[in-house]
C-alpha cells in the first residue's frame, strides 16, 4: 500500500486536470472544443471518431505561430492516453522550428515582416516570446506522458531561451520589450505582442516588472484620453487569430489593474466575427476561455523541475526508501504551501521552515550522489548502474535547479504574506543601467503598514554578500507609516556580463521569538564600462540659428582610447564638425562631452528632419542613436473665437487677413503670427500660448504654403482638441472628429504658388498642443515648399503693427512705455545678446555691450507687463539671469526668468 505522500504526489497532476476540465464552463467540454480536439488529433496523425472535413482548418494558426505544444495541452491534456499516442508527433512538429536554418547566432527565432514563422522580418520579441511559452508547454506535454526526461530539458529549453529573450529585446530607457531591426537598434513598434516575454521571463525583477506594466497601462490612458489607438495594428496583434492568444497569455502576467490582458481587453471595442467558420471555431475557443492561468502555468510551475525529478526518481524506484518518502513529502509539502493566497506571521514563518528543510535534503542529496563512496545512503546502487547516462545526468542537474526553484517558492511565499498583513520587504536599485565597474546603491525598506513589528535583529543579503540591518540584541521597529531602511552599495562580480543582473536578496527578520525570511528578486541592468546619451539642449525646433546636438559619453577606463562619431542626416542639413568626426576619451576623466550641430545648408520645406548618430570607441559601435529635428509650420491665429464662429465662418475669416472682427465677446480681434514661445520643443502649436485663447474656447490658425510645382502630398494632424480643416478653401476633414483623435494621413493635392491651409480648434478644459504636417508618400518633407510668409502675404507688415490708440482717448498711465535696464556679469564671455517675448526671442534683435568692469549691459522701452527673457551667450547657451530670482518654466524643462514693467 502507497504512502500518503506518494499518493498525493501520484495524484496531483490528475487533480488538476480535472480541476481544469470542470472549472466554471467546463463542466462538459464546449462544442468547439471538441471540434477543435478532433480536428488537432487529425493534424498529428489520428482521428477519434474521424477527420476534419477537408479543406476545414481552423487550425491555421499553428502554420503561422509556434502554438502546436499550447494547442495540444490546452486541447487534449485530459486524455493522457491519446497524448501519449501523439507525443512523437508533438514532439518533432516543435523541435523542428528550432531547425538551424531558423535560428540567429543565440537561438532566437527568425520571422517573417508579419512576425509569423519564416525569414525576412525583424527579430520579434513577440514570436519568440511565444517560442518561449511553446517550449513551456511541450514541457508539460512530457510530463502528462510520463516522458520525465524529456520534460526537464525541454522545461530547460524554455528557461534559456526565455532569458535570451530578455537580454536580447529589453529595453530598460522605455520599460518594454523591442523588435530589433538589421542595424541592431529597436525598432519603434508597441503592441500587446512585444510583452509575450514577459509570460515565462523569469530574469527581470519584480520592480522592472513592474515598470513595464506600468508604463504599458499608462500608455493605454493617455491614447485613450487623446481619442487615439493606443497600438499600432501591425505585426502578431494585427492577426485576428493571433490577438486572442496574446490576450490569453498576457492575462497570466499580473499588471498595474488586474493582468496584462485585462488591461488590454479592457480598452478593446471587441474584434468582429470571422467570417470564416474555421477561424470563427478558433476565436470562439479562446474568447470562451478568457484565462488559463490554471491551465498552462498551475501553481506547482514553480517547482516544475523539482516535481518531475521525484517523478522520475519514484519511476525509476532508484532512491532509498526512507529518501524517497521524504522527497515525495516535500512535494506534498510544497503544496500546501502555496494553497492559501493570504498568510499570517506564523503560518509564513512555518512554511520558510519546511521549505528549508527540504533544501537541506536536497542539498544533502546531491552531495551524497556526487560522491560514489557515499552514493548508497541515497540510491539503490544497482538500479542507478542499470540507468541511462542521459537520466543520471539529468537527476545530477535538476539538484541544483530544484534549490533555486525553491527560493523562488519563497518569494511567493512573501507575496502571500503581504497579501495577508501588509508587511513587505522591499529592494530599491536603479532604475538607470550601471556601468560595468561600478557600485550599485541599493535601499531596502521592510514595511509593516497595519501594525508595529518589534524586530530583534535583522540581515540583509543580496546574492554573496550580506549586511546586519539591526544588530542582534539592538531592538528596532517597523511602524505604520515608518519602515525600516537600510541604505548601502554593492559591487557586481567582475566577471559579469553587460545585460539584465537577475539578483536575488532575502532579509531574515528575528521578531517574537520567530524567524522570518523575506525573499525578493530584483534585477539590474550592467552596460559595458560607457554609457552614452544625447540632448537636444535646444530642443529639436530650427530657429534662426544651429541646433546643437549633446553627445555626452560616461566611462570607466583605464586607458585612453580613440573614438568617432558617425552619422546619417537629411541632404537639407549639414553638420559642424563635419561627420565621421575623431574624439579621445581620456582615462584621466570620468566623460567626455561632444557637440555637435545641425544647421540647413539650403531653404528647409515645413517638416520633420530625421537623422541617426552612432558613437564607436576602439572601432567598436558602443551606441546608436535615431532622432529627428522639426522646421514647423508658421501660423497667423485669430482668438478668441466661439465654436460656432470658428467651424462655421473659419474661410470667411481667413479671406480676409488684415480686417478686424468681433468675435468670442471681443471687438477689434485681428490676425496675429503665433510668437516663438508659442511652440514647443517638437514644434508643436501650443494654443494656451496666444494671447486671447483662453480655457474652453477656440482658435482660428491659418497658414500659406508656398509650392515650386504640383504636388500630391500626405497631410496629417495630432491633437487632444476638436478640430476642422481647409485645404485651399475646401473643407479636408469637415465638421471636426471627436476630441482627442488623430486624423490618419490623407492625401491632398497642392497647385503650384501659394496654398492657403485653415485649421479651427476647440476645447473644453484646458488646450491640447497641435501638430500639423504636410510630407510625401515615405513621410518625410516634401521638397519645393516655403513657409516664409512674409514674402507670401503681401502686406505681412500690417500683421506686426501694433494696435492704434483711439485719437480722442486721453493717454492711459497703465499703457505708459517705461525704459528697462538688463545686465549680466559674465566677463568670459565673448558676446551675449537678451532675447524674450519683447523682441520675438530673436538673438539678433538686441545685442549687449561689455562695460570696463565686464558687465554686459542693455537697455529697452517696455509697456507695463509680464516679459519672460533670457541671456543668449557665445551664440549657443541660453541661461537664466542670475541676478533675478523671478522664473517660471520655459516649456522645454528648463526656465526662463521674468522681468514685471510696472
Known amino acids: 500500500m502507497e504512502s500518503p505522500s506518494r499518493f498525493a504526489l501520484r495524484c496531483v497532476p490528475l487533480l488538476l486536470a480535472i480541476f481544469l476540465a470542470c472549472g466554471p464552463g467546463r463542466a462538459e467540454a464546449a462544442p468547439q472544443d471538441e471540434r477543435l480536439a478532433g480536428a488537432l488529433a487529425a493534424r498529428l496523425g489520428r482521428a477519434p471518431g474521424g477527420s476534419a472535413p477537408g479543406g476545414f482548418n481552423p487550425l491555421e494558426s499553428l502554420d503561422r505561430y509556434p502554438l502546436t505544444a499550447v494547442s495540444t495541452y490546452l486541447l487534449l491534456g485530459d486524455d493522457p ?21 531558423r535560428l540567429t547566432g543565440p537561438g532566437l527565432l527568425t520571422g517573417d515582416a508579419d512576425e509569423s514563422l519564416g525569414s525576412g522580418g525583424p527579430l520579434s520579441p513577440a514570436l519568440n516570446g511565444l517560442a518561449c511559452a511553446e517550449l513551456w508547454s511541450l514541457h508539460l506535454v512530457a510530463w502528462k506522458t510520463g516522458a520525465y526526461e524529456d520534460a ?20 530598460p530607457e522605455r520599460h518594454g520589450f523591442y523588435p530589433m531591426g538589421g542595424s541592431g537598434l529597436p525598432l519603434p513598434i508597441e503592441t500587446p505582442a512585444q510583452l509575450l516575454p514577459l509570460v515565462t521571463d523569469e530574469t527581470l525583477g519584480l520592480a522592472a516588472r513592474t515598470r513595464i506594466s506600468s508604463s504599458f497601462a499608462a500608455r493605454i490612458e493617455e491614447a485613450s484620453a487623446a481619442g487615439r489607438a493606443p497600438f499600432e495594428e501591425s505585426g502578431m496583434w494585427s492577426d485576428p487569430l493571433a490577438r486572442p492568444v496574446v490576450l490569453d497569455l498576457l492575462s497570466t502576467v499580473p499588471g498595474a489593474r488586474g493582468s496584462l490582458g485585462e488591461t488590454v481587453a479592457g480598452i478593446l471595442s471587441g474584434d468582429a466575427a470571422a467570417d470564416d467558420p474555421a477561424k470563427a471555431l478558433w476565436i470562439d475557443f479562446w474568447r470562451s476561455n478568457p484565462s488559463r492561468r490554471r491551465g498552462l502555468f498551475p501553481d506547482w510551475s514553480d517547482y516544475s523541475a523539482f516535481v518531475n525529478l521525484v517523478l522520475l526518481l519514484d519511476r ?28 499570517d506571521v506564523e503560518a509564513f514563518a512555518q512554511r520558510i521552515a519546511t521549505i528549508n528543510r527540504l533544501m537541506s535534503r536536497i542539498e544533502r542529496f546531491a552531495s551524497l550522489l556526487a560522491q560514489p563512496k557515499e552514493r548508497w545512503r541515497v540510491i539503490e546502487e544497482a538500479k542507478w548502474r542499470r540507468m541511462s547516462p542521459r537520466t543520471k545526468r539529468l537527476v545530477s542537474e535538476t539538484c541544483p535547479v530544484a534549490l533555486a526553484e525553491l527560493v523562488g517558492v519563497k518569494a511567493r511565499l512573501a507575496e502571500r504574506l503581504e497579501a495577508g498583513t501588509g508587511i513587505a520587504f522591499a529592494l530599491s536599485l536603479p532604475e538607470d543601467p550601471v556601468l560595468k565597474g561600478e557600485p550599485v546603491a541599493f535601499t531596502a525598506v521592510l514595511e509593516s503598514p497595519r501594525e508595529a513589528l518589534s524586530i530583534s535583529d535583522a540581515v ?51 521578531t517574537a521569538g520567530r524567524r522570518m525570511e523575506l525573499r525578493r528578486r530584483e534585477s539590474v541592468v550592467l552596460v559595458p564600462p560607457y554609457r552614452v546619451s544625447i540632448d537636444l539642449p535646444e530642443g529639436r525646433r530650427f530657429g534662426r540659428g544651429p541646433l546643437p546636438v549633446a553627445v555626452t559619453v560616461r566611462h570607466r577606463l583605464d586607458h585612453d582610447i580613440r573614438g568617432t562619431v558617425e552619422g546619417t542626416f537629411m541632404k537639407e542639413l549639414e553638420t559642424t564638425p563635419a561627420l565621421p568626426a575623431r574624439f579621445l576619451a581620456s582615462a584621466s576623466r570620468d566623460r567626455t562631452d561632444l557637440v555637435v550641430a545641425v544647421s540647413p545648408k539650403e531653404r528647409l520645406s515645413p517638416g520633420r528632419y530625421p537623422f541617426s548618430l552612432s558613437i564607436s570607441l576602439d572601432a567598436g559601435t558602443i551606441a546608436r542613436f535615431e532622432e529627428s529635428l522639426v522646421y514647423p509650420l508658421r501660423w497667423l491665429y485669430l482668438a478668441p473665437m466661439n465654436a460656432q464662429e470658428a467651424f462655421r465662418r473659419g474661410p470667411d475669416f481667413q479671406r480676409d487677413l488684415f480686417g478686424r ?26 494654443p494656451g500660448r496666444l494671447p486671447g485663447a483662453a480655457e474652453g474656447s477656440c482658435v482660428l490658425l491659418s497658414t500659406t504654403i508656398d509650392a515650386t510645382a504640383r504636388a500630391k502630398l ?39 504658388g501659394p496654398n492657403s491651409i485653415l485649421v479651427a ?109 533670457k541671456f543668449y551667450v557665445d551664440g549657443k547657451t541660453k541661461i537664466v539671469d542670475p541676478a533675478n530670482e523671478v522664473a517660471e518654466p520655459d516649456g522645454f524643462g528648463g526656465r526662463n526668468s521674468v522681468h514685471e514693467v510696472k
Open 152 to 171: 526537464l530539458e525541454y522545461l530547460a529549453w524554455s528557461r534559456r531561451l526565455s532569458a535570451t529573450v530578455t537580454q536580447s529585446f529589453y529595453v
Open 714 to 752: 500626405r497631410w496629417s494632424i495630432e491633437t487632444a482638441n476638436t478640430v476642422s480643416i481647409w485645404i485651399n478653401g475646401a473643407a479636408a476633414l469637415p465638421g471636426g472628429p471627436a476630441a482627442g483623435s488623430a486624423a490618419p494621413r490623407e492625401t491632398v493635392e497642392l497647385r503650384k
Open 81 to 101: 492516453n491519446l497524448m501519449r499516442s501523439l507525443y512523437p508527433r508533438i514532439q518533432s512538429a516543435v523541435t523542428d522550428l528550432f531547425a538551424p536554418a
Open 316 to 343: 525509476e524506484s532508484v532512491a532509498v526508501s526512507g529518501e524517497m518518502s521524504a522527497l515525495e513529502a516535500g512535494v506534498d509539502s510544497l503544496w500546501r504551501a502555496l494553497a492559501p493566497r493570504t498568510l
Open 761 to 869: 480648434a476647440c476645447w473644453s478644459g484646458a488646450p491640447g498642443r497641435i501638430i500639423f504636417e504636410l510630407t510625401d508618400e515615405n513621410g518625410y518633407p516634401a521638397a519645393g515648399l516655403g513657409n516664409e510668409l512674409e514674402t507670401i502675404i503681401d502686406g505681412f507688415d500690417r500683421l506686426l503693427a501694433p494696435d492704434p490708440s483711439p485719437e480722442a482717448a486721453p493717454e492711459d498711465p497703465e499703457k505708459r512705455m517705461r525704459q528697462v535696464a538688463f545686465s549680466l556679469e559674465l566677463p568670459e564671455a565673448s558676446e551675449v545678446s537678451l532675447i524674450g517675448s519683447f523682441n520675438n526671442w530673436d538673438p539678433a534683435a538686441t545685442p549687449m555691450k561689455r562695460d570696463a568692469d565686464g558687465i554686459w549691459r542693455a537697455a529697452l522701452v517696455l509697456k507695463p507687463g509680464r516679459y519672460p527673457y
Open 661 to 686: 472682427f468681433s468675435t468670442g465677446g471681443a471687438t477689434g480681434v485681428r490676425w496675429r503670427e503665433a510668437a516663438g514661445d508659442a511652440y514647443d520643443a517638437d514644434g508643436a502649436l501650443l
Open 460 to 510: 540583509l543579503r543580496i546574492g554573496d554578500l550580506a549586511w546586519t540591518v539591526v544588530e542582534r540584541g539592538a531592538a528596532a521597529s517597523a511602524d505604520p507609516g515608518t519602515p525600516l531602511r537600510f541604505t548601502g552599495t554593492l559591487a557586481l562580480p567582475p566577471l559579469e556580463e553587460p545585460g539584465v543582473v537577475p539578483l536575488s536578496a532575502s532579509l531574515e527578520v528575528g
